[in-house]
């Protein structure tokens, strides 16, 4: 189905495809029966694959990343289509832009997306009520950036109070320091900054707990452009801060494989295929270094369900896609929680976990 539709669809400028399609799908669930439809076509189709994760319990470890739905407008089809948690966001405190149009850009030929956003965001306002409007049942992440005309030295503060404004709304909360697209924001991952960041979002977290009597985790979610030396001196204070996981990664600013590929030269983030093999490195890496204390959310080019383990075995316990929604098209996830369900009978296990232990114990 997704087959037919996609043609039109990249026919289209690329955010103008976006928004039409988060439009239109928002628009047909509007119609009765749509609904019925589209979880008999994908969510039904998704086995249930229960991993604990971060004291969440997940219906499946197939997430939606970051940067789809920014603006918290399209939770139930999302959740219909068999993801089993999504990641809404990044949401700035203050509405803004975003960087010029076009801003966007498909590298088809390699499954590939360049994007330098620049975090357009309606901000937490916004995004808070359009959360309200949609009660849903599925586990919400809520990733959290800076405004660009906040100050570098001020950048806690926007984290802050992005934290206190989605507290009672979000199953976690992600630290987004990595978008390669707002100036500055990346050295936050340099040592302390990082840890003065840490610090005051744990101390924050633990007032918040005590007010709302819930404790709700918060990740980071870091980039793939960092060295070995970058990795350890992160899971060092992820461990020291107590953080409840990381997400790895982000877009590169490298473009491995894409010497001969002219719109590679694009400014931005690149998603996709050509980010996966170095996306795994990070999370092999991170692994090491974490040695099972924090979790890892995995994510960088995924597109089907051996590139999903190979992320698992890598040391992830939960994964992320993008690009391979756009496309790939909704299918993708159910197909992807089908290949995980066949690899955990592979494995003579009775769930993910116990199939991770075998796995990892073998590679
Ligand atoms: C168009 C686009 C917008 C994105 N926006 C965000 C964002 O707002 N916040 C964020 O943390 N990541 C954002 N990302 C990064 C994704 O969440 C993900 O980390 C990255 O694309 C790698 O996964 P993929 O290869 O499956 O797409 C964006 C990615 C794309 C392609």
Redesign the pocket.
Known sequence: MYSLIRPLLFALDAERS?NLTLGLLRAAYRVPGTRALVRGCYADRTPSLPVEVMGLRFPNPVGL????D?EARCLAPLLDFGFGFL?L??VTPQPQEGNPKPR?IRLTRHAA?I?R?G?NSSGLADFLANLEAQPHHGLIGI?L?KNKLTPDAHAIDDYLTGLRAVYAHADYV?L?I??PNTPGLRALQDEAPLAALLGALKKEQALLARTHGRHVPIAL?IAPDLDDTGIDAIARLLVAHHMDAV?A???TIARPGLEHEPRARETG?L???P??TL?TQVIRRLHASLQGRIPIIG?????NADDAWEKLVAGADLI???????YRGPGVVSEIGRGLAEKVRAYGATNLADALQSARAKS
């Open positions: 976006h990343a970051a940067g789809l920014k990641e966001g990044t966007l997306i994007n956003m975090f990733n950036g992600t987004n990595s978008s979610k997400i990664t982000n877009t983030g998603s996709g295929q980010l996966r996306s994510v960088g080019g995924i597109s992320q896609l993008y690009t391979a929604f756009i």
